[in-house]
């Protein structure tokens, strides 16, 4: 999670008309990645250097050079009849540094319910029970034997939370470097937090937050976690729905300082749908919009988004709940998954007893109760789509047999029925581009309050995740490996902001394993893990329930921190 800097036209007055909290102090923005629809393609991927120099002025400055060059060669040209000779041989570009800039993490706030609204934009909200409590955990790895400056904030950037301190000078080559943690422990939250954390010696912080959400009581029972996404201008977000008793808001968040104008595309089980107010909204420095997605699709079962930002980047997040009647049927926030991909991974899903699940969807208004898998085609060309599903003991295969044509341009949903009770890593591999993400519901019997979790497609696990772990309940890490063996490494994050020895687990390929998560590793509260693998490629999730009751909500690893990164610079046409 990495801040970006977005291009200077995009500051508009036209952000002062958007709703949402009041735009806070400028902060001082980092490199900016995103790929905003509307850009111009010379600004996009400027980055601010210190001192107020940028990335995109030195860039400027080598292409004026080269101008310059240019324009001199022409008059040399015009002032002799015989051509000069051409050059035949090709120049490689040049390789330039892009330097680190802060991590950003935006935590969604607490989950609540629609009061007086029509279906539309900008829903105003009231909380939901006098049980329900909103917690966000959090840690940050040292680099170079040193804590980056690191801080949990309001997103106007009031009630700031210091993790870490600026950092003073990196310790001599040579000395031994202890792994470090700063670490915020089930901080309770009323609203939209930011985690950041400088960069170190130019590399990126290791970083990473997640909110959990829990209530006994009123329509929104149950338990919803959510990563503290990177703010990005494209992303893919699966599962949502609007149709009677199903409740879908989505959530954009402005965390930089420059203004967001976001448009969005959706996509439902008969196509893409043209919704007049689904583009150019404004989401001003500092505020979240959100908006009411029955207004754009009313009563589609199965919805997809696709989120495009021009100007700041956004985080976005969807808060779906379910009420079947007066029975609460579940709450959960739906965070983004990975781009359209010929390869779709989800582990960390949860499914009961088969055999119970059927005679609850066989209900009416329990439909969406089982587990199921929900694709999205975003082209034009139908997807032919295989699954497999790998457990404990190995893959296990659908009733349906595993092989489903997904139409273009819409959603399909494909059940998981009739799959054994267990936890369980999902393949989705098609012959074009696909987004997925995979439903799980806690809970067995009409009448009594259900839970509901989405698992979006994950990441492949690199080195040094940082994986935040909410107190309380029950949880677990999941980790899935596809072809081949994968060797995972794990370390328990304290609350005293130590990193405590390494464990090994050694997971077959085609097989799901899972780790009990302790409530203390030597004497002090496990709050996080710091996770890395090797070997074939494996995906992890972490799990969370709650004894005795029917929650369940399920965390994406984040990307690692990337090191340092370079861009190709071409001079020249």
Not at 156 to 176: H, L, N, Q, R, S
Not at 218 to 238: E, F, K, M, T, Y
Not at 315 to 328: E, F, Y
Not at 396 to 413: D, M
Request: proline share 7%; charged share 15%.
């Amino acid at each position: 999670m990495h801040e970006h800097t977005p291009p200077a036209a995009a500051q508009s007055a036209a952000a002062a008309e958007s709703t949402g909290a009041n735009p806070g102090p400028a902060e001082k923005p980092g490199p900016d990645s995103g790929k905003g629809r509307g850009r111009k393609p010379s600004s996009g991927g400027s980055t601010r250097l210190p001192g107020g120099n940028t990335r995109a002025a030195s860039v400027a400055g080598v292409a004026a050079g080269v101008l310059i060059f240019a324009a001199a060669g022409a008059v040399v040209a015009a002032g002799t009849a015989v051509p000069g000779p051409g050059s035949s041989r090709a120049v490689p570009a040049a390789q330039a540094a892009v330097p680190a800039g802060a991590s950003v993490g935006v935590c969604p706030g607490p989950a609540r319910l629609l009061e007086g609204t029509d279906a539309g934009t900008d829903a105003q909200f009231r909380p939901e029970s006098a049980t329900a409590a909103t917690r966000v955990s959090a840690a940050v790895l040292s680099a170079g034997g040193v804590l980056p400056g690191s801080r949990l904030a309001r997103l106007d950037g009031t009630a700031a939370v210091d993790i870490a301190k600026a950092p003073g000078p990196t310790p001599a080559a040579g000395t031994p470097q202890e792994l470090l943690a700063g670490v915020v422990a089930d901080r309770t939250v009323d609203q939209v937090n930011v985690l950041r954390a400088d960069a170190v010696a130019n590399q990126n912080a290791s970083a990473a937050g997640a909110m959990k959400y829990t209530a006994t009581d009123g329509d929104l029972q149950g338990s919803a976690a959510a990563s503290c996404s990177q703010p990005l201008n494209d992303q893919w977000l699966a599962g949502a729905s609007t149709v009677v008793g199903r409740t879908s808001v989505l959530a954009l968040t402005n965390a930089s300082s420059t203004p967001a104008t976001v448009s969005l595309e959706l996509f439902g089980s008969g196509g893409q749908i043209q919704a007049p107010g689904s583009r150019g909204l404004l989401v001003a420095p500092g505020t979240t919009r959100s908006v009411v997605l029955a207004g754009l699709a009313p009563n589609e079962a199965q919805l997809s988004v696709h989120v495009r930002s021009a100007g700041g980047p956004v985080a976005a997040t969807i808060q779906q709940s379910v009420l079947r009647g007066l029975t609460p049927g579940g709450v959960d926030f739906i965070s983004p998954g990975t781009a359209p991909a010929l390869r779709q991974v989800m582990t960390g899903v949860d499914i009961q007893d088969p055999a119970a699940v059927a005679a609850l969807t066989a209900q009416a208004g329990y439909k969406d109760a089982g587990p199921a898998l929900e694709l999205t085609v975003p082209g034009a060309a139908d997807a032919v789509v295989e699954i497999k599903l790998y457990g404990r003991d190995g893959q296990h295969a659908l009733p349906s047999g595993g092989v489903i044509t997904a139409k273009a341009g819409s959603t399909t949903e494909v059940p998981l029925a009739g799959v054994p009770a267990g936890q369980y890593t999902v393949e989705a591999s098609s012959d074009v581009s696909i987004v997925a993400a995979t439903r799980m519901g806690r809970g067995l019997q009409p009448g009594q309050a259900l839970d509901v979790a989405w698992a979006a497609s994950a990441v492949r696990l690199g080195s040094q995740h940082v994986i935040p772990v909410p107190k309380g309940g029950l949880r677990q890490l999941v980790f899935g490996a596809l072809d081949a063996r994968a060797t995972i490494t794990y370390a328990p994050i304290t609350a005293d902001g130590k990193v405590r020895a390494n464990a090994t687990a050694d997971i077959a390929g085609g097989t799901t394993a899972s780790i009990a998560v302790p409530e203390q590793a030597d004497g002090a509260d496990v709050v996080g893990y710091v996770v890395s693998a090797s070997g074939d490629a494996a995906y992890g999730a972490v799990l969370l329930g709650q004894d005795g009751r029917n929650d369940v909500s399920a965390l994406g690893f984040l990307p690692a921190a990337a090191g340092q990164e370079t861009v190709p610079v071409s001079l020249g046409s």
